[in-house]
């Protein structure tokens, strides 16, 4: 503890050198990004010690016989009192829905999908790392671990992709890409996949990556620490298979701090954007990529652009695709994302459940969703996304003018609607900009309930604007 204290004194001294007035414990600001592997390990191990960011109401007897084992969860606990049983939760409310999204990180056992396990979560750890989200890096550290990988070969992950396949490094950096900078995806971008990967093979590693991005925004979000055990660190087998009676999890603590070769102790992160690291640095600033949103008369060329683009990857038809929708879905034409995940007939299902669940199933009024929707789009420039949140606001009864007013500063809007909008606009940019006082703030205007409901809804959204824009899917409206 003592050598992690100097060290946090000497990252917050270097910090403060660079012109970076924030320490690494700092509420008003996001946690710094360390740019090399001894310092990372720090990092992953301080997060078993992360204070949650949402209360939690003491719980009553009843509280416990339903929990049971579950009690001693913050995040099993943050779903039982503030997410609704019905929004992908089971008895008790120990659900697994939030911050899955579509994507679900490679858990689906649908055989239309035919990448490997340890290569989905190299993709997700490249995320992870991408995101600064070091709950989720802990938890993929050890999966990579139990398929296989050495120590050194999660490391290159991070600084030296030279020793991985080009169609490895392909995939890498695309992940990297919609992670950090969706806005910039091009033609270009699937082309370049389509030299090594099938369609299908293309939209399995974006909905793989959606759901990863999901992962990391709930994960952040929510402020869930670290689990002593680092993720059942060393007690996963290859396929991703989890502990079982014969094989239970660790109880005793996992330490991150193992040693890291001489080769990568100094080597500085490729993945993780940085502002322009010096020689010895261990940590920088961490910066979102989203530019400035574009003016009214811009996003409406951009709409009317997406109104007549080709999609990138194949659809399914109407009549085909409606056989995978689940019971309930409305009459009538299907809309394009349904066609989309169509591709993967065995898991369809359960991923349209998992965006109309999103939509349907939780306590957050319509209005405030379609906000949201327009917001969290917005950053992501997912034009599809875009456009069906335009029409939403404008069934509900919004005005164009009112609709772009989500583009200003707020001003008009009430504290709790401004608090909320904040916590998605900086969840969907970069998950991590989110700080503790901002998650303090909206549960202060709006309650614990809205705020986790918020968080939950824009790990959703997150995804679904990945997917859809990735696919290039002509906007409908």
């Not at 998950?431 to 809205?450: C, F, M, N, S």
């Amino acid at each position: 503890m003592l050598k992690r204290s100097f060290q946090t004194l000497t990252i917050g001294l270097s910090l403060l050198s660079a012109g970076a007035a924030f320490a690494i414990d700092s509420v008003n600001a996001p946690r710094p990004i360390p740019l090399t592997r001894p310092e990372m390990k720090e990092f992953l191990e301080d997060m078993k010690g992360r204070t949650p960011r949402i209360p939690l109401p003491e719980l009553t007897d009843a509280d416990k016989e339903r929990l049971g084992e579950r009690g001693g969860s913050y995040e099993g606990r943050l779903r039982y009192h503030y997410m609704q049983p019905n929004e992908g939760q089971g008895p008790g409310g120990q659900g697994r829905g939030e911050g899955r999204g579509a994507g679900n990180g490679g858990r689906d056992n649908d055989p239309d999908m035919t990448l490997d396990y340890a290569f989905k979560v190299q993709l997700f750890w490249i995320v992870s790392r991408t995101n600064n989200c070091q709950y989720c890096l802990g938890h993929q550290e050890s999966k990579l671990l139990g398929a296989g990988m050495t120590e050194d070969e999660i490391a290159a992950l991070d600084g030296d992709w030279s020793q991985h396949t080009p169609a490895q490094q392909v995939a890498y950096a695309f992940a990297r890409k919609i992670t950090y900078e969706p806005q910039n995806l091009t033609d270009a971008d699937i082309d370049g996949l389509r030299k090594h990967y099938t369609d299908k093979q293309i939209l399995e590693m974006i909905l793989s990556v959606a759901g990863n991005n999901s992962i990391n925004r709930w994960k952040e979000g929510a402020g869930i620490p670290q689990s002593s055990g680092g993720g059942n660190f060393g007690n996963r087998r290859p396929g991703g298979a989890e502990a079982t009676a014969e094989r239970p999890a660790p109880t005793t603590s996992h330490s991150y701090l193992t040693p890291t070769s001489e080769k990568f102790q100094k080597l500085t992160t490729k993945v993780a954007p940085a502002i322009d690291p010096k020689p010895g640095q261990t940590t920088s600033a961490t910066v979102s990529n989203r530019p400035p949103l574009e003016s009214r008369a811009d996003v409406e060329k951009a709409l009317a652009t997406a109104r007549q683009r080709a999609p990138r990857l194949p659809l399914i038809d109407d009549e085909k695709a409606r056989e995978v929708v689940p019971e309930g879905f409305p009459d009538g034409s299907l809309p394009q994302w349904v066609w989309l995940l169509a591709n993967f007939p065995t898991s369809a299902k359960g991923r349209i459940s998992s965006i109309r669940s999103a939509e349907e199933r939780n306590d957050l009024k319509p209005l405030l969703k379609a906000q949201l929707s327009w917001i969290i789009a917005r950053q992501d420039r997912a034009w599809y996304a875009v456009a069906q949140a335009k029409q939403r606001l404008k069934d509900l009864g919004w005005s164009d003018d009112q609709v772009y007013s989500l583009d200003g500063d707020w001003s008009q809007f009430t504290p709790a609607e401004k608090s909320l909008f904040t916590l998605a606009r900086k969840l969907a940019a970069t998950p991590v900009i989110l700080t503790d006082i901002d998650v303090t703030e909206a549960v202060k205007q709006a309650g614990p309930r809205e705020v986790v409901q918020t968080i939950s809804y824009t790990t959703n959204r997150a995804s679904f604007d990945r997917i859809t824009e990735s696919a290039g899917l002509r906007a409908e409206k």
